[in-house]
């Protein structure tokens, strides 16, 4: 069923990613010390796992075979309506927008403190970021695993090979 195969597709490049990017975030944590302020903390993280992630999803989906190596696995595809390679303004808006909740949950590290509690913002961002894969999650099941929200902004399609 596509809905499964597009959710275990994305959970391996979601491995892929972390295994890769996880070990050298660490590196450059010895290499250069570790952030102490939520700005500092929010632009390591932007530049250790958000722009790889961007660039792995983005020039996947724009590929001859529009397939990150997730979706390659597992024969499943991005195309636009057409059933054609999606253009590079295609990949990016649909990254941004399918990353859109990682992104939120980056965020709250701006507004980070000393403190052990969360703040207001810090809530308010991440009761967002989970409303947001919630709503992506329920337009999978609707459409059949052929569409999510970050699809049908980008005027794209998910399906087998």
Do not use: C
């Not at 991005?78 to 939120?104: C, M, N």
């Amino acid at each position: 069923m596509l809905i499964f195969r597009r959710i275990a597709a994305y959970s391996i490049d979601i491995l892929i990613l972390f295994s890769i990017l996880g070990p050298l975030s660490l590196l450059m944590v010895w290499l250069l010390g570790t952030p102490q302020e939520g700005l500092a903390i929010w632009r390591a993280a932007v530049l250790s796992f958000s722009l790889p992630a961007w660039s792995y999803f983005i020039l996947s989906h724009q590929s001859r075979r529009g397939a990150t190596p997730g979706k390659r696995l597992l024969n499943v595809f991005v195309s636009d309506i057409a059933g054609q390679r999606i253009s590079l303004g295609r990949a990016f808006a649909r990254t941004a927008i399918k990353l859109l909740p990682w992104e939120l949950t980056h965020m709250v590290l701006v507004f980070a403190t000393n403190s052990q509690q969360f703040t207001v913002p810090q809530q308010t961002l991440l009761i967002m970021a989970n409303l947001l894969l919630v709503i992506y999650l329920a337009v999978v099941f609707l459409t059949r695993g052929r569409r999510s929200v970050h699809d049908f902004i980008a005027d794209t399609l998910v399906g087998i090979r």
